[in-house]
């Protein structure tokens, strides 16, 4: 059974910096594309970055390139999540999950994504 779990989130004042981890068990990790998506309060989930099998990376959010970086190391079981220069606009919950296909779609529809990560809260506040 996959599972996936979030580690790293807290709260940041603005312009400050967190790095998430996704840390899977259960499955063969590298294998699988991971995806981050977040929710704010009152919106709807959207996909933000995704690292494939063969780690390419793709954004999607446009506004996020220079600020979020993803990355991944296979022998940890883990995807990271950097997230530098923080806005109070990121304030969400983030979630990550798998993708069993190993790739990265164009779009990041929720259904691509077989399991997912609880989520943890990321609060940007002054």
């Known amino acids: 059974q996959v599972q996936l779990a979030e580690s790293g989130g807290g709260s940041v004042q603005p312009g400050g910096s967190l790095r998430l981890s996704c840390t899977g068990s259960e499955f063969t990790f590298q294998d699988y594309a991971i995806g981050w998506f977040r929710q704010a309060p009152g919106k709807q989930r959207e996909g933000i970055l995704c690292?494939?099998?063969?780690?390419?990376?793709?954004y999607y959010v446009d506004s996020l390139k220079g600020r979020f970086t993803i990355s991944r190391d296979n022998a940890k079981n883990t995807v990271y999540l950097q997230m530098n220069s923080l806005k109070p606009e990121d304030t969400a919950v983030y979630s990550c999950?798998?993708?069993?296909?190993?790739?990265?779609?164009?779009?990041?529809?929720?259904?691509?994504?077989?399991?997912w990560g609880p989520g943890i809260q990321v609060t940007v506040s002054s």
């Open positions: 690292i494939s099998s063969e780690d390419s990376r793709r």
């Open positions: 999950a798998a993708e069993l296909s190993g790739f990265c779609n164009l779009v990041p529809h929720l259904s691509d994504f077989s399991s």
